[in-house]
C-alpha cells in the first residue's frame, strides 16, 4: 500500500468530514433542498463515500510499478485539463468548456475512444447546466 495515497485518502475523509459538518451549520431557507448547504453536504458526502470506498480498495489489492506511474500521469493529466477548463471558462460559455473537459478526460482515462463518450458527455453537461439553472436558479457563466 502507498502511504501517499493512504494518507491523501485519509486527508480527503477528513475533509469530508470537516465539510459536512460546516454545511450543516449552515442557515436553512425554507426547503432543505434549497438552501445553501444542500451542495456542500452533497460533495462532502461524496468525498467521505469515495474516499471510504478508495480505502477498501488499496486494503484489497497491491498496486504495481507500472500501474503507481500510470496512475500519477493519468492524476497529472487530469489537473492540467481541469486548470485549461477552468481557463476556457473566462473566453466561452459553460457548456461548451464542459463538454470539451468531460469528453477529453474520459479519452485520456480510457485511452481510446468510445462510442459512449460523447453521450455521456453531452447528457452530464445538459444534467449539471439543467441542474444549477433550473432548480437551484443558480446562472453558469
Known amino acids: 500500500m502507498d502511504k501517499k495515497e493512504f494518507s491523501f485518502t485519509i486527508i480527503l475523509i477528513i475533509v469530508g468530514i470537516a465539510g459536512l459538518f460546516y454545511s450543516i451549520l449552515l442557515p436553512t431557507r425554507g426547503i432543505i433542498a434549497l438552501s445553501p448547504g444542500l451542495f456542500p453536504a452533497s460533495v462532502s458526502t461524496l468525498m467521505i463515500i469515495l474516499g471510504i470506498v478508495r480505502l477498501f480498495q488499496m486494503i ?52 481510446r475512444f468510445y462510442w459512449k463518450i ?24
Open 60 to 111: 484489497q489489492t497491491k498496486n504495481t510499478k507500472s500501474e503507481k506511474i500510470e496512475g500519477e500521469r493519468n492524476f497529472l493529466m487530469t489537473i492540467s485539463l481541469f486548470l485549461v477548463y477552468l481557463l476556457l471558462l473566462s473566453y466561452i460559455h459553460f457548456i461548451a468548456s464542459t463538454l470539451i473537459f468531460l469528453f477529453a478526460s474520459m479519452i485520456i482515462l480510457y485511452k
Open 118 to 141: 460523447p453521450i455521456i458527455s453531452i447528457t452530464s453537461t445538459i444534467g449539471i447546466y439543467s441542474i444549477f439553472r433550473y432548480l437551484l436558479n443558480v446562472r453558469l457563466p
